[in-house]
């Protein structure tokens, strides 16, 4: 078969898919257009500002969210795993993840609440479609690549861009979705069963060791919660995040303001 392929009386076909399910969602765009409209009220410093940088922080983080998820599907799409694209995992759509509350609702509390940018297990791949382990380990990659990406672009503005205009509670929020991203990627990082960092490893486990991570995994939210919540486990973790955070120049004191302004139900 071609790359493209359109049959008598159908829609065009892409890789054997109807190119509609690799369009961008309305769900989708719509976020993206609040996103700019929020951060355009922030920057400009109209209304009210905490509620614009509310918007601007809760939409970025979904449009990432988003992004994440789309990250591990298209790489198993190209892998050979053509169910990400008729489960609609390709249009960027949240409303299609397989489980939206984990996905879309709980990170965003842990964000509004906690400070966190908890990563969510939302799209389903069909390992069985996709040959050899290094493609797997590559789709289990793919996620958090767009979190560390993310991480080094929005310092890198915030660095180069932030003296030259723009409301410093603008910049709270623009630096606290840096520090979502950084406490993202490095969760996503972690060796935890079910989390990206445990699937990236699971292909290459002998089979007991992979059977035992199976058994694990669908309890990998409740594991990675219990280990942080130990103190001294805890403590370490986010020491070495707020060490990464200044090694990149991430200002604390500016993400920490961008904490406290999207908490508006606080006077």
């Known amino acids: 078969m071609t790359a493209y392929d359109r049959p008598g009386d159908g829609e065009p076909l892409v890789l054997g898919v109807p190119r509609a399910a690799l369009r961008p969602?309305?769900?989708?765009?719509?976020?993206?257009?609040?996103?700019?409209?929020?951060?355009?009220?922030?920057?400009?410093?109209?209304?009210?500002?905490?509620?614009?940088?509310?918007?601007?922080?809760?939409?970025?983080?979904?449009?990432?969210?988003?992004?994440?998820?789309?990250?591990?599907a298209v790489v198993a799409f190209r892998a050979g795993d053509r169910s990400v694209a008729h489960r609609g995992y390709l249009t960027l759509n949240p409303l299609k993840y397989s489980h939206p509350l984990l996905s879309v609702v709980l990170p965003v509390v842990v964000v509004l609440l906690g400070g966190i940018g908890l990563p969510g297990g939302a799209v389903w791949v069909d390992r069985h479609a996709i040959p050899g382990r290094l493609r797997h380990t590559l789709v289990s990659l793919a996620g958090p690549a767009t979190n560390v990406l993310f991480t080094l672009v929005l310092v890198a503005v915030l660095r180069l861009v932030a003296p030259g205009g723009g409301t410093l509670e603008f910049w709270a929020g623009w630096a606290l979705l840096a520090f979502l991203q950084l406490t993202a990627s490095v969760l996503n990082l972690l060796p935890v069963p079910g989390l990206d960092g445990g699937n990236m490893?699971?292909?290459?486990?002998?089979?007991?060791?992979?059977?035992?991570?199976?058994?694990?995994?669908?309890?990998?939210?409740?594991?990675?919660?219990?280990?942080?919540?130990?103190?001294?486990?805890?403590?370490?973790?986010?020491?070495?995040?707020?060490?990464?955070?200044?090694?990149?120049?991430?200002?604390?004191?500016?993400?920490?303001?961008?904490?406290?302004?999207?908490?508006?139900?606080?006077?």
């Not at 694990?216 to 919540?229: K, N």
């Open 25 to 72: 969602s309305p769900v989708f765009l719509g976020l993206v257009a609040l996103f700019v409209t929020c951060g355009v009220l922030a920057w400009q410093g109209a209304g009210n500002v905490r509620l614009a940088v509310f918007g601007f922080v809760v939409t970025g983080w979904l449009v990432s969210l988003c992004l994440h998820e789309y990250a591990h």
């Open 201 to 267: 490893l699971q292909p290459w486990l002998s089979p007991p060791y992979r059977r035992m991570y199976d058994l694990f995994a669908p309890y990998g939210f409740i594991l990675l919660f219990a280990l942080l919540w130990n103190p001294a486990i805890g403590e370490r973790f986010f020491g070495g995040v707020f060490a990464v955070a200044d090694l990149l120049g991430l200002p604390s004191g500016l993400y920490a303001l961008g904490l406290d302004l999207i908490r508006i139900w606080r006077p």
